[in-house]
């Protein structure tokens, strides 16, 4: 399926979330988990790694946590960065564990329309197969140094 969101959309979510929780993320830098995590930790967000492979470990200065049980803050925003089979059961654990939950993030490749449909029947905003570093460039024109045409800055006459 294919998702499609406005910019107006995904500038609110962006703007609206401060914590984020990332599972799956990684300790490799050069996995996008990585990359993503740090970017977003640079850009103001609180992230909160997620991976059991490596909990225990530290992170951008934080602690990764085996699973979001185990969370002890609230959070804004899921970003999952498993497959998509994985997928419905952290969003329910999500859904169970935080009450003010307000996004529901599926990174590129993964999505899951039943796991999606659970999530905004409770109200949550729900963004599939995109990566919230690369809309948060191009919504705020930080893609311009890639060569990538955000529509922002034109060189036309």
Known sequence: MDETYSDAELRKVLGAVKTVAIVGISTNPARPSYFVGRYLGLKGYTVIPINPGHAGKTLFGKTIIDDLENV??????????????AVPEIVDQALEKFQNLKCIWMQIGVQHEAAAAKARARGVTVIMNRCPKIEYQRLFGELRMGGFNTGIISSKL
């Open 72 to 85: 002890s803050q609230s959070v804004d925003m899921i970003d999952i960065f498993r497959k998509s089979e």
